[in-house]
C-alpha cells in the first residue's frame, strides 16, 4: 500500500522545491526560476535550474529533474517513501498511522537489514559485556573510555559467530551478505566479516545502525588496522558521518569534523559533543551538506600529519563552496584531538577550539610555509596566492581587514596588495557567469542533441500542451500518434503519457520510474521558449500531418517512376498526389 496523492500533495505543498533546493545549492534567481551549480554533476557553468512556479528542477547537463521528492531522493540516496517521509519530517508533518510505504522487495529488504545491523550490534555489545578479549579491554582502559561512552556509542567487540547468531535470530542469507557482515566463499561457506575486533556501529541521523568499523586489537602489520562496511542498501560511505546522530542535537553554532572514530569518542567523552567524524581523510559533497542541515558553521580538527592537511585542504574547498563559515583548528603537539587532550587536557583543547583560524588565515599560513618568503620571486608566488584567496571574498570590510593583517604579518605595504586585489577583481569579474551564460549553455546543450530543429521543437510543445492543458489532450490525441514522432526520448514520452489517466497528470512526476521520461519532462517544462495557444497548436498539428504527407507524397513520386505500372494504377497515384498538393496548400 502507498501514501494517498491528497497526503503527497500535502507534503510537497509544504515543501517549496526552490528552499528545499537552497539548503544543498547556492541558488541565483533569474527571472522566475533560478539556477545553480549542479550538485549530481561537475561543472563550472551553470546548468541546473529549478522553477518555483512549477515545483520542479531539471539539470540541461546531466538530465536530472523532477519534483522536490526526486531531488531529495537523489540528494539522500533515499527511496520515493522515504522521501516523503523525509520531507514530511521536514515540514513536522504527522505520516498517517493507517498509510505505510511501497511494499516491494527493495523496501522489505533495507528494513531487515536495519534489523540485521541492529541484532549485530547487540551480538557485538554482549561479546564485550561477557569480556570474552582481555585485548579489548585493555584497550578500552588503554584509551580512557567510560562505561558511559561504550553504551552512548554501542561499542562492542566481534568473535567468531555472528552468523550462526544472526541465522538463529531469523535472518536469511541475501539479508545478512547484504549488510556486508558476513561473506560467502566460494564453496559456499559463510565467513565472519569481523573477527577479534574492537567494532564501533555507524548510525544515520535517525539513530538505526548503517554500517561499522571494526579495529584490530593487536601490533599485527599483516592486517588491515580497521575494516569498514562497504557501501550497500543502507549505507553509503559518502554520505555518512560517525556521531551524526548525537551532534545533531549540539550542532546550533556549530560541528567539529575529525578523521577518526577515537577523535571523535574522545571529545565526545570529554563534554564536546557537536563532533562527527568523516569516517576516512576525505571530506565528501554529501558528507558536507548533511553538516550544513545542522548548522553553517564547521570547524575542521584533522590531523596534523599531510595527509589530514591535504584532507584539510578539500573538506575546505568542498565547503566554502557551498557558502560555510568555516574555521580550522590547530593543534600544536599532538597528531590528532584525541592525542591533545591526552598530553594537555580537555580546557587547553577548548580553547583552541575558541582560537581556530578562518579559511583564508589558513590558507595563508599554508602558502607562508610552502614559500620562502626571504626570497622575492618565491614572496612575489606567495602574494598571487594570498591574493587569489583575498579576491574570493565577498565581503568589501572583511578584505580590508584582512588587507591589514597580512601587510603587517607578512611585511607587504598595504597599498601594493590593495593594487593587485583590484586588479584580480576586474579580471574575476571579466570572467564572472552571468545569465546570459547561462542560456547560452544550456542553448548549445540543446543543439547538440537535435538534428531538424523545427521538429523538436513542434514535438516538445505536443507534450508540454498535453501535460499542461487538458483542452488540447483529445485533439492532439486524435491528430498525433506516436509513430509521428522522430526523436526516441520524445516518442517513449508521449507514449508514457497517452497511457495516464486526466486526473493523474497533476502528479505526473511523482509517478514516473522511467528516469529517461522524467528527464525529459522536466527539461520541457522548465524550458523558456515553449509558449501554447491555439494558433500555435494548430501550427503543430499542421506540421506533423504535412511531414506524413510529404512522406507518402515521396513514395507515390517514386512509384510514378516505375515503367512497369499499368495505366490504371498510374491514374489512381496521380489522383493522390493531386489530393495531398491540395491537402499541403491548405491553411
Do not use: W
Not at 58 to 84: D, R, T
Not at 100 to 114: A, G, M, T, V
Not at 360 to 378: C, G, N, P, S, W
Amino acid at each position: 500500500m502507498r501514501y494517498s496523492d491528497e497526503f503527497i500533495e500535502t507534503i510537497k505543498d509544504a515543501n517549496d522545491i526552490v528552499d528545499v533546493v537552497g539548503t544543498y545549492v547556492q541558488l541565483k534567481k533569474k527571472g522566475r526560476s533560478y539556477f545553480g551549480l549542479c550538485p549530481f554533476h561537475n561543472e563550472k557553468t551553470p546548468s541546473f535550474s529549478v522553477s518555483g512556479d512549477k515545483q520542479i528542477f531539471h539539470c540541461f547537463g546531466c538530465g536530472k529533474g523532477g519534483s522536490v521528492f526526486q531531488f531529495v531522493q537523489e540528494m539522500e540516496n533515499i527511496s520515493f517513501p522515504e522521501a516523503i517521509e523525509f520531507l514530511a519530517n521536514r515540514a513536522n508533518i504527522a505520516i498517517p498511522k493507517t498509510t505505510s510505504s511501497f511494499d516491494n522487495k527493495r523496501d522489505k529488504l533495507k528494513k531487515r537489514c536495519y534489523m540485521v545491523n541492529y541484532e549485530a550490534t547487540k551480538y557485538f555489545q554482549q561479546t564485550l559485556l561477557d569480556k570474552t578479549s582481555k585485548e579489548a579491554h585493555d584497550y578500552i582502559n588503554q584509551r580512557k573510555m567510560n562505561k558511559e561512552t561504550i553504551i552512548d556509542f554501542k561499542i562492542g567487540y566481534s568473535k567468531i559467530g555472528l552468523y550462526r547468531y544472526l541465522k538463529q535470530k531469523g535472518f536469511y542469507d541475501n539479508e545478512i551478505l547484504e549488510t556486508g557482515l558476513v561473506y560467502k566463499t566460494d564453496d559456499g561457506k559463510y565467513i565472519d566479516r569481523y573477527r577479534d575486533r574492537l567494532m564501533f556501529p555507524i548510525l544515520d541521523v535517525q539513530g538505526r545502525v548503517i554500517g561499522f568499523g571494526g579495529r584490530i586489537l593487536t601490533n599485527d602489520k599483516k592486517i588491515a588496522k580497521y575494516i569498514n562496511s562497504n557501501d550497500n542498501l543502507v549505507y553509503n560511505k559518502s554520505r555518512s558521518l560517525y556521531n551524526i546522530n548525537n551532534a545533531k542535537k549540539y550542532a546550533k553554532d556549530s560541528i567539529i569534523v575529525v578523521e577518526g572514530y577515537m577523535d571523535c569518542i574522545s571529545l565526545y567523552q570529554n563534554g564536546i559533543k557537536n563532533v562527527v567524524a568523516s569516517l576516512g581523510t576525505a571530506l565528501t559533497d554529501g558528507q558536507a551538506r548533511l553538516m550544513l542541515r545542522y548548522t553553517n558553521k564547521v570547524i575542521i580538527g584533522y590531523d596534523s600529519d599531510a595527509a589530514g592537511t591535504n584532507a584539510t585542504i578539500r573538506g575546505l574547498d568542498i565547503l566554502k563552496n557551498m557558502g560555510a563559515d568555516l574555521r580550522v583548528l590547530r593543534l600544536k603537539g599532538a597528531k590528532d584531538p584525541d592525542e591533545y587532550i591526552l598530553k594537555y587536557g580537555v580546557d587547553s583543547l577548548r580553547k583552541r577550539i575558541d582560537e581556530s583560524i578562518s579559511y583564508i588565515e589558513f590558507k595563508t599560513k599554508m602558502y607562508a610555509e610552502k614559500y620562502d618568503l626571504e626570497r622575492t620571486d618565491e614572496k612575489a608566488k606567495f602574494i598571487n596566492e594570498l591574493i587569489t584567496e583575498l579576491a574570493k571574498l565577498d565581503n568589501a570590510v572583511e578584505q580590508e581587514l584582512y588587507l591589514n593583517k597580512f601587510s603587517d604579518e607578512y611585511n607587504i605595504p598595504k597599498n601594493a596588495l590593495d593594487i593587485e586585489l583590484k586588479k584580480k577583481i576586474r579580471r574575476e569579474k571579466a570572467n564572472e557567469i552571468t545569465e546570459e551564460d547561462f542560456e547560452k549553455n544550456i542553448q548549445k546543450l540543446e543543439e547538440k542533441k537535435i538534428i531538424d530543429k523545427q521538429r523538436y521543437i513542434y514535438e516538445k510543445l505536443i507534450i508540454y500542451a498535453y501535460i499542461e492543458n487538458k483542452e488540447y489532450r483529445n485533439i492532439i490525441k486524435e491528430n498525433i500518434l506516436e509513430y509521428m514522432f522522430e526523436y526516441d526520448i520524445n516518442k517513449k514520452t508521449l507514449h508514457y503519457i497517452y497511457n495516464i489517466e486526466n486526473d493523474s497528470m497533476k502528479n505526473i512526476l511523482e509517478n514516473i520510474e522511467d528516469k529517461d521520461i522524467l528527464s525529459r519532462i522536466t527539461e520541457i517544462q522548465l524550458a523558456e521558449d515553449i509558449v501554447i495557444d491555439d494558433k500555435k497548436i494548430i501550427k503543430a498539428l499542421k506540421y506533423f500531418k504535412n511531414s506524413e504527407l510529404e512522406k507518402e507524397k515521396s513514395v507515390i513520386l517514386k512509384t510514378l517512376t516505375n515503367n512497369e505500372l499499368d495505366e490504371e494504377s498510374k491514374k489512381m497515384l496521380e489522383h493522390r498526389l493531386n489530393e495531398i498538393i491540395q491537402e499541403m496548400i491548405k491553411k
